[in-house]
């Protein structure tokens, strides 16, 4: 028994250095590159200043930007064989650059200030960034190309898009960028399970609005 004892506390005394770390567990191996068939698992709104898919939780302060304003989501993991998944979060608006906006209207730009890494137009007032109106169509078009390949009818909106999602099978594109020196495997388009694999590739990419930020940051 004492020998038993002597084992367990060393045992225990290896993790003496050991602290626990917030980690991903969702999910728990990434899709590889390509195209893969999946189901929609889980559906979330959500926004860039919460942290986790399945029960979301604020950012510490350190962790939040200098606006006020969220980027408002709706994020969506998508599973396919083995487990393995991926997640995409679409943005619901699309927000002006300062520099952009600096040729495009500058008696606006003056009313603001470039903050973040992307240089977004900031009210000096308020705090909240100038959203764009082309952004946010482009936004949606992208949110529109993947419920339209999972089949969502047409016309649902608010409440009803989770239920509707939920469930719901298609096939998704994983591709790699990189964002401060490090790469990202991101859901990059959409198709229905019905498109034969010849055509797959002739699918145009969609532009992706969240540029500044992995869409899978924050899971």
């Known amino acids: 028994m004492e020998a038993q004892n002597k084992e367990a506390i060393g045992s225990q005394n290896q993790f003496g250095d050991f602290s626990s770390k917030k980690v991903n567990t969702l999910p ?10 999946v189901i929609a698992k889980t559906a979330q709104f959500t ?14 302060a350190d962790k939040l930007p200098a606006w006020k304003d969220p980027t408002y989501q709706l994020a969506i993991y998508f599973e396919g064989e083995n487990h393995k998944g ?42 909240v960034r100038m959203v764009s109106e082309d952004l946010t169509n482009k936004a949606e078009a992208i ?17 009803d898009l989770i239920p509707a999602i939920h469930g719901k099978e298609l096939m998704i ?17 959409f198709a229905s399970v019905e498109t034969p694999e010849a055509e797959l590739s002739r699918i145009p990419h969609p532009e992706n609005v969240v540029t500044e930020l992995p869409a899978t940051a924050g899971n």
């Open 143 to 159: 949110l529109n190309r993947c419920l339209t390949a999972m089949g969502v009818p047409e016309g649902t909106g608010g409440n």
């Open 86 to 127: 991926a997640t995409r979060r679409f943005t619901k608006y699309g927000y002006e650059k300062y520099d952009e906006l600096l040729k495009t209207d500058p008696e606006l730009a003056a009313e603001c200030i470039p903050l973040g890494e992307a240089r977004y137009a900031v009210d000096k007032v308020d705090m």
């Open 47 to 60: 926004n860039d200043f919460m942290s986790g898919l399945r029960n979301p939780t604020m950012k510490t």
């Open 173 to 189: 594109q994983i591709g790699q960028r990189t964002h401060k020196g490090k790469d990202y495997l991101d859901v990059i388009n």
């Open 28 to 37: 728990f191996e990434h899709l590889a590159i390509g195209w893969h068939r």
